[in-house]
């Protein structure tokens, strides 16, 4: 089995505990610049390839900023993480905006800025019109509908997603936006999440491959970029089998060697738009052991809860905890790693085998780089932690501080009541 290291030890996090309070969300630069170099260069055989950053992820500019370093460009969902990409210098070509339900002055502002609209829906072509026209560059999301299988195994249910356009629809949109006047015309299409197996884009790339060849004979219209989306997974679990980058580049390549350059379409860029895979691993989240509880069960409280860390409690996500100082110590006590929250299902762990806890030791829950910190919520009067970077020469920078009580009253009318 293979064991998960954490990439900050003890004594370092006591070091920043003194100054930014426990709990916190700690990224790792240089695993982040690691993990984006290892991508590039898997997929560096195609001359248009481009990683967009899905920004719901970790909407942190300084994250931003390095992968932006690093050759990345934004994925953006919202207006909001739009206002943050501009603000992070991301312009233009650098913007994919993959919205769903989208409004006319999100469309508006994603085309100001030069962004690559992803559109949902065939409807949306409307909507879109109606805020900024029609761009020279559009996408069209595609939904195959029916079972993703992959390995023999049933992975998804596209037919039981929201997302995308039937085949017909895809058809039909390509045919009505490429008559209006858009000129680069991309597809894109996300079908399972989280998946841990290095046959996911390739196979999915096939799909979308063979797609296009079959809109450039009926239509004519050649599409100039596949965008692959995200889904590739990591390893929560030691046991589980990590994702190899270069084998899955390498797979997506294959593909496009046998689907779109016999059709004379190897032109055609390929996109990505990783969130989990480029910084799950690549975050943590830093907790102090505050409580012991023995009644029917044994129970560890931590200073974190889920409006810190919402996977465990919304999916039953599975989260590794290393106790740091004791990463060697037998694991030989059966706890439950509790939050404050008043909800049962505010645990992080449930009978987890670790090493006998203390109290204020350090719990490293560990790849909560992505979907970590950004699905935060304030339920109970619960504060959002500081996010801190470690960076790549070994010290360390707050890139978000935690919220207090005065962030929380901010939106109510301050004539009206006084929150001392
Ligand atoms: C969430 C999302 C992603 C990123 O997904 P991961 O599983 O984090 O890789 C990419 N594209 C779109 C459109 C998304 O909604």
Redesign the pocket.
């Known amino acids: 089995m293979a064991e998960k290291i954490p990439f900050l030890t003890r004594e370092q996090a006591a070091e920043i505990d003194a100054v930014i309070p426990t709990p916190f969300h700690i990224y790792s630069e240089e695993g982040i610049r690691k993990t984006a170099r290892e991508l590039q260069a898997a997929f560096a055989w195609n001359k248009g390839y481009k990683e967009f950053f899905?920004v719901?992820?970790t909407p942190n500019p300084f994250i931003l900023k390095i992968l932006q370093e690093e050759g990345c460009g934004v994925?953006c969902?919202s207006e909001t993480e739009l206002i943050l990409s501009k603000a992070c210098g991301f312009r233009g070509k650098e913007i994919m905006f993959?919205s769903n339900e989208t409004r006319e002055q999100e469309f508006a502002l994603a085309n100001r800025l030069g962004g690559t609209i992803n559109l949902d829906d065939i409807t949306l072509i409307e909507t879109m019109e109606n805020a900024c026209g029609i761009p020279e560059t559009v996408s069209c999301r595609y939904n195959p509908g029916g079972e993703f299988v992959l390995d023999n195994a049933i992975m998804d249910h596209p037919k039981d997603a929201k997302y995308g356009m039937t085949r017909e629809q895809l058809f039909e949109a390509f045919r009505i936006l490429h008559a209006k006047g858009a000129r680069h015309l991309g597809i894109h299409s996300?079908l399972a999440?989280?998946t841990l197996s290095n046959h996911y884009y390739p196979r999915l790339a096939e799909i979308l491959f063979k797609l296009a060849v079959d809109i450039f004979r009926e239509t004519g219209i050649r599409v100039s970029f596949i965008n692959l989306?995200?889904?590739?997974g990591v390893d929560y679990r030691p046991e589980e089998p990590k994702n190899d980058i270069r084998v899955i580049g390498e797979g997506v390549r294959q593909a496009f060697e046998s689907v779109l350059v016999p059709a004379g379409l190897g032109d055609v860029a390929i996109f990505t738009?990783?969130?989990?895979?480029m910084l799950a691993g690549n975050g943590a989240l830093v907790t102090r052991a505050i409580h012991e509880k023995h009644i029917y069960k044994e129970y560890i409280g931590v200073d974190a809860c889920a409006c810190n860390l919402m996977r465990p409690a919304m999916y039953g996500a599975y989260h590794h905890i290393t106790v740091l100082g004791k990463e060697k110590a037998p694991c030989d006590h059966r706890y439950d790693v509790v939050g404050s929250l008043c909800e049962n299902n505010d645990k992080f762990a449930i009978d987890r085998m670790l090493p006998r806890i203390d109290r204020g030791d350090y719990l490293y829950i560990h790849d909560t780089g992505?979907?970590g910190f950004s699905m935060g919520y304030n339920y109970n009067g619960k504060l959002r932690s500081a996010e801190v970077l470690l960076c790549a020469d070994g010290s360390f920078k707050m890139i978000r501080r935690a919220e207090t009580s005065a962030d929380y009253f901010r939106t109510f009318d301050f004539t009206d009541f006084r929150f001392e």
């Open positions: 899905a719901k992820a994925d969902s993959s996300f999440s989280n989306s995200g889904g590739v738009e990783l969130g989990r895979y992505a979907h």
